[in-house]
């Protein structure tokens, strides 16, 4: 995938939050009601290659993200993360970042958060 067929470098969806060098909106398959992306505005395909400046203008919009939701859907949790790679799952080759709220109840036991991504691995 190139930036000119980048559903993420052209996003034809409302904008939550924006910054020099990132834009955040809601994802479009989203795993709970919130779910939104932070992405940075030049094309790069995970966030190990972000500048310095575009990793710390990011994340100032997960935290821009984190204070919308609050107020907008009320979560009692979140999920923050990114997939890198093939083998962990990405699937649009432009960087991005999840924020996922959470809430009581969604899931039977969340303990373990993000470390479900490998099945059976969540409880220690």
């Given at each position: 995938?190139?930036?000119?067929?980048?559903?993420?470098?052209?996003?034809?969806?409302?904008?939550?939050?924006?910054?020099?060098?990132?834009?955040?909106?809601?994802?479009?398959?989203?795993v709970?009601?919130?779910?939104?992306l932070?992405?940075?505005?030049?094309?790069?395909?995970?966030i190990?290659?972000?500048?310095?400046?575009?990793?710390?203008?990011?994340?100032?919009?997960?935290?821009?993200?984190?204070?919308?939701?609050?107020?907008?859907?009320?979560?009692?949790?979140?999920?923050?993360?990114?997939?890198?790679?093939?083998?962990?799952?990405?699937?649009?080759?432009?960087?991005h970042?999840?924020?996922?709220?959470?809430?009581?109840?969604?899931?039977?036991?969340?303990?373990?958060?993000?470390?479900?991504?490998?099945?059976?691995?969540?409880?220690?």
């Amino acid at each position: 995938m190139n930036q000119a067929t980048c559903i993420f470098c052209t996003p034809n969806r409302e904008i939550l939050a924006e910054n020099a060098s990132g834009l955040a909106f809601f994802d479009s398959f989203p795993v709970s009601r919130g779910h939104a992306l932070v992405v940075p505005k030049r094309h790069v395909m995970t966030i190990f290659e972000m500048s310095e400046e575009e990793y710390t203008d990011c994340f100032r919009l997960v935290l821009a993200l984190r204070d919308l939701l609050l107020a907008r859907y009320s979560p009692h949790g979140f999920n923050v993360g990114a997939n890198c790679g093939e083998a962990a799952g990405q699937s649009v080759w432009h960087a991005h970042i999840h924020v996922i709220p959470r809430y009581k109840g969604d899931v039977p036991e969340p303990r373990g958060g993000v470390r479900g991504v490998v099945p059976g691995k969540a409880s220690y």
